[in-house]
């Protein structure tokens, strides 16, 4: 049965990854009754945590205000470096080291939690590259708890568009870098890359995120996603090469039949900065228009 209350959950992957998030209900009130078709299930972006991200956050109260439940949940790409224990031993995870496609170990352990304590159906919303994560996981291992799909921000991770924009002597300077440390064995190697955006990575991470097999471009999945989805982008964020011309192409890949809805927000970035309720309110809409038999 689902909690009454709120509180820290703690799941295991089937590779032995040990995840934490928050579960929280819509009432003060400890006796008052959570609905198990109303839970939402909220995925950070890379390095961030599901106590960390202040989006995230803002929009958990507000669903918690509109009758939902919700669960902020850790992905292993949480923060920049940690050491977990796993089943093959000790390892590294965190942004800077993680495979995204092991997102699917993840967000199942996560969405069989939920089932396993009563949850008929849940809203999976992701943001930044968690919400990559929730459109590649979707696509790949569909799970029959998740009723519809938000995609806040989702980033492009192509290689094909990047080496083509007017970036791409860097972004191809950065990945021969990283290709050739790979080759030699340095593949857990951190470097300090400035694209697509400034931060730690080891050699082996950046090429599963940027290689030409464009593995968790979101463009080719959502084509494969059986659920209603949203798409968000911010007005201000367009102009990065991550972003610029997705909600475009998002309704051009969509297929004929699929519920897909694309929203640009105004006057948001990518952190949606004083303008998360505008957000909310857009999703609010969309769960109100795709109702789920």
Known sequence: MLPQYPCLWQVECSDGVKLHGMWETPAAN????????????????TGSNFYGSR?????????LLAGYATLRANTRGHDLVYTAA???GTQRLGAAYECVDHCRYDLR?????????GAQRVVLLG????????????AAEPHPLVSHLVAVSPARLS???????????????????????????????????????PYLVSARSYLDKYGPEER??????????????????GQRELGHVAFAELPEEVL????????????????????????????????????????VN
């Open 30 to 45: 400890s006796q008052a009754e959570v609905h198990p078709d109303r839970v939402v299930l909220l995925i950070h972006g």
């Open 216 to 233: 968790y471009n979101v463009l080719r999945h959502l084509v494969h996603v059986n659920v209603p989805q949203l798409y968000t982008f």
């Open 109 to 117: 352990a996560w969405l069989d939690h939920l089932q396993r304590q």
């Open 252 to 291: 051009q890949h969509t297929a004929p039949g699929q519920r897909i809805q694309v929203n640009v927000i105004p006057g948001a970035d990518h952190q949606y900065t004083d303008t998360a309720d505008p957000l909310a309110q857009t999703i609010a809409r969309f769960l109100n228009s795709t109702p």
């Open 55 to 63: 989006l995230l956050g803002a929009l958990a109260r507000r669903f």
């Open 127 to 138: 943001h930044s590259l968690g919400a990559v994560k929730a459109v590649y996981s979707q």
């Open 86 to 88: 796993t089943a093959l």
């Open 159 to 197: 290689y094909e568009y990047f080496a083509q924009s007017e970036h791409g002597p860097r972004f191809q300077e950065l990945f021969r870098r990283a290709a050739a440390l790979v080759e030699q064995g340095r593949g857990e190697e951190l470097l300090e890359v400035d694209f697509p955006l």
